[in-house]
């Protein structure tokens, strides 16, 4: 439930929560988000009272419902973090971050890596602004074991085949989408081909190149990620993209 106050009288929020308390529905959690706007995540065993109890808070003028529904992971990050994660207008499935938003970012990548299944990530950023790090916090986060296949973190890695460890399904597969078209050999390719086609969780650095430069294309991406040092950074891969073709 998200509702913005008008008037944040005394006693506002223990009237709210006492209607709860004697609905018996719990608050597990409670939190300000961005300004007047108050989120709570609510359990209960009886969908009933939650229709019932947003019926009643119309009534409130103090207070306006704005949201009453199951929750996504966008609302319990908000309520975690006290703020909702931006989110293209227009691409529904594109969130933009920036470098003093990292917490909420590994949180959030996090909470995507603990699911199972195929699902392919694509994180866009300029060089050194915290993408690869991210990707191993949010893996530390989900009690996941991650796996570069390509990646510039520690010199030029290209892997050209994996251990059976390695590929287990259960692994986050971290992929540069640079390194692995521009810099790829016959044998890496193919191993990026067989990881693509596995049920798990590949997170591919730079995946506009990624695709310009393979067969792959942005519907096969479930959701792309976008990190800056400020909301007003532009993200061009020209002027970086160069470095990774001279030899190291």
Known sequence: MEYRIHKNRPGLLGDIASLLGMLEVNILTINGVEGKTRGMLLETDDDEKISLMGAMLKKVDSITVCALREPKLVDILAVRHGRYIDRDSDDRKTFRFTRDELGLLVDFL????????????GLRGMPRVGKTESIIAGSVCAMKRWTFVSSTLLRQTVRSQLSEDEMNPGNVFIIDGIVSTIRSNERHYNLLQDIMEMPCTKVIEHPDVFV?????????????????NNPNEEIIYDTFTSSYNDDI
């Open 110 to 121: 996090g909470e995507l890596f603990k699911k199972s299944g195929n699902q392919v990530i």
């Open 212 to 228: 310009q430069e393979s067969e792959y294309t942005f519907d096969d991406f479930d959701i792309i990620v976008e990190l800056r």
